[in-house]
């Protein structure tokens, strides 16, 4: 199992409105088929960390492409993602991590 975590770097006064966005991202993994999509809202972070981080569980990684090829294919999420890159400092950064047992 594998986690995915995109990390959103918002410009100043618009993290709740990004947070809001990713509201809607979040139902969009969720219908191509992504498990437990999350957003998490950082408090208390060090200077430099991300503002909210967007995170999706994957059974393995052919399984994540598959779902980023169905919802990066949707006009919906060309919409979505013009919107969102307005309210940022700086591209999204993904991280995939292996979850052990």
């Known amino acids: 199992m ?8 918002t410009l100043p006064g618009k993290t709740g409105e990004t947070e809001k966005e990713l509201r809607k991202l979040r139902k969009m993994v969720a219908d ?5 999509p999350r ?6 972070a060090s200077p430099g960390a991300p503002d ?3 995170e999706q569980e994957t059974r393995d990684l052919a399984q994540l492409e598959a779902e980023m090829s169905t919802l ?3 006009s919906e999420f060309q ?12 591209s999204p950064k993904r991280e995939i991590y ?4």
Not at 32 to 36: H, N
Not at 98 to 101: K, V
Request: hydrophobic share 45%.
């Open 52 to 54: 909210i981080v967007f």
């Open 98 to 101: 292996l979850i052990s047992g």
């Open 79 to 90: 919409s979505w993602t013009s919107r969102v890159s307005a309210l940022l400092s700086e």
């Open 32 to 36: 191509a088929g992504g498990i437990q």
């Open 72 to 74: 990066t294919a949707g």
């Open 39 to 44: 957003i998490l809202h950082t408090h208390f």
């Open 2 to 9: 594998y986690v995915s975590r995109l990390s959103f770097r």
